[in-house]
């Protein structure tokens, strides 16, 4: 098949002119390269046998010295050492910086991954605890997910187990000997806000313990000594610089405390929960005061590994027993 197009002599000129236009530029850039390239070559021939200090004469026009003076030589020596030297030496320093900066990182994971036990001073007046407030349960639209109540304490089963009444009911003695309170997940902290700000690490999480659970585990060893009780409070990191492993870090905390202190009596591993959910869990308004609900966690048998774990739930019944009778519902 032939296409045949019709050309008036108006595209013929037309495109004459633009030809024309084309290749004078080629030959014109031609000529400039050509140019350039000998230019290049005649600076390299006057350069040959130059010191690198005449270039930086050329090139750095305040570099040069008198031309005039018999010690020019030494004396652009000496300027170049000392520039070479200051920027070596910044060079050097920001290296001893890096090389510092890594060494403070690993000194900060060696020690946040220390055993640190402390009773904590805190320069505030010991508050007890207020009783025969009002106590309100928020309105809430979390379904309730208990299986069991035992006189008003609810449970929610998870396990196997059938919870009869018999292993429901608290008969159990607290001793005032050791208790031990640590945090497997330490850096979980609360809602910042305009009063109590703080430096985040994650989703509400800090290294902050003055704004963590931590800050919660120093009020509860407070109160509880001044009960009488003897308390040991591990803040230790569990979950930084790596949340990964916070348990089987924890354990090792644990593990190590009870080998130190063979009568404790009660562990208690204190997190915080949901954070401005309300879907999760209701608040309770005690006074004019807002708490969120608590909940213990007690685990069962199944790895045939915690035969004490009925004892850990009558505990847990009896504190809420107690509770409920002071503030309904606040667990």
């Given at each position: 098949?032939?296409?045949?197009?019709?050309?008036?002599?108006?595209?013929?000129?037309?495109?004459?002119?633009?030809?024309?236009?084309?290749?004078?530029?080629?030959?014109?850039?031609?000529?400039?390269?050509?140019?350039?390239?000998?230019?290049?070559?005649?600076?390299?021939?006057?350069?040959?046998?130059?010191?690198?200090?005449?270039?930086?004469?050329?090139?750095?026009?305040?570099?040069?010295?008198?031309?005039?003076?018999?010690?020019?030589?030494?004396?652009?020596?000496?300027?170049?050492?000392?520039?070479?030297?200051?920027?070596?030496?910044?060079?050097?320093?920001?290296?001893?910086?890096?090389?510092?900066?890594?060494?403070?990182?690993?000194?900060?994971?060696?020690?946040?991954?220390?055993?640190?036990?402390?009773?904590?001073?805190?320069?505030?007046?010991?508050?007890?605890?207020?009783?025969?407030?009002?106590?309100?349960?928020?309105?809430?639209?979390?379904?309730?997910?208990?299986?069991?109540?035992?006189?008003?304490?609810?449970?929610?089963?998870?396990?196997?187990?059938?919870?009869?009444?018999?292993?429901?009911?608290?008969?159990?003695?607290?001793?005032?000997?050791?208790?031990?309170?640590?945090?497997?997940?330490?850096?979980?902290?609360?809602?910042?806000?305009?009063?109590?700000?703080?430096?985040?690490?994650?989703?509400?999480?800090?290294?902050?313990?003055?704004?963590?659970?931590?800050?919660?585990?120093?009020?509860l060893d407070r109160q509880l000594?001044?009960?009488?009780?003897?308390?040991?409070?591990?803040?230790?990191?569990?979950?930084?610089?790596?949340?990964?492993?916070?348990?089987?870090?924890?354990?090792?905390?644990?593990?190590?405390?009870l080998e130190k202190n063979k009568?404790?009596?009660?562990?208690?591993?204190?997190?915080?929960?949901?954070?401005?959910?309300?879907?999760?869990?209701?608040?309770?308004?005690?006074?004019?005061?807002?708490?969120?609900?608590?909940?213990?966690?007690?685990?069962?048998?199944?790895?045939?590994?915690?035969?004490?774990w009925q004892q850990n739930l009558?505990?847990?019944?009896?504190?809420?027993?107690?509770?409920?009778?002071?503030?309904?519902?606040?667990?």
């Amino acid at each position: 098949m032939i296409n045949m197009a019709v050309l008036n002599l108006k595209d013929i000129i037309k495109y004459l002119i633009k030809f024309t236009v084309v290749i004078a530029l080629v030959i014109g850039l031609t000529k400039y390269f050509s140019t350039a390239k000998a230019s290049v070559a005649q600076k390299a021939e006057e350069l040959e046998g130059v010191s690198f200090i005449s270039c930086l004469d050329t090139t750095i026009p305040g570099i040069a010295n008198d031309k005039r003076n018999t010690n020019v030589e030494k004396e652009k020596s000496s300027i170049l050492e000392t520039m070479l030297h200051l920027n070596l030496g910044m060079i050097n320093s920001l290296k001893d910086n890096d090389h510092t900066d890594k060494n403070q990182v690993e000194e900060n994971k060696q020690k946040n991954n220390t055993e640190e036990t402390t009773n904590q001073v805190i320069d505030e007046p010991l508050q007890k605890a207020e009783t025969g407030l009002e106590t309100e349960v928020q309105k809430t639209n979390v379904p309730e997910k208990y299986t069991s109540e035992y006189k008003g304490v609810k449970v929610k089963n998870e396990t196997e187990y059938k919870l009869t009444e018999e292993i429901l009911t608290p008969n159990v003695t607290v001793k005032k000997e050791n208790i031990l309170i640590f945090h497997t997940h330490t850096c979980e902290s609360y809602t910042s806000s305009e009063k109590y700000k703080y430096k985040q690490t994650g989703n509400y999480r800090t290294t902050d313990r003055n704004y963590t659970v931590v800050r919660v585990g120093r009020e509860l060893d407070r109160q509880l000594q001044n009960y009488g009780y003897k308390v040991t409070h591990s803040e230790t990191y569990h979950d930084y610089p790596s949340y990964s492993g916070s348990y089987e870090n924890s354990y090792k905390t644990v593990t190590k405390l009870l080998e130190k202190n063979k009568n404790t009596d009660i562990v208690i591993d204190l997190h915080r929960d949901a954070i401005s959910d309300y879907s999760y869990a209701p608040t309770v308004k005690i006074g004019n005061e807002y708490a969120a609900q608590l909940m213990f966690v007690i685990g069962g048998n199944i790895s045939k590994e915690h035969p004490n774990w009925q004892q850990n739930l009558k505990f847990a019944v009896k504190i809420q027993q107690k509770a409920n009778e002071m503030y309904p519902r606040i667990i």
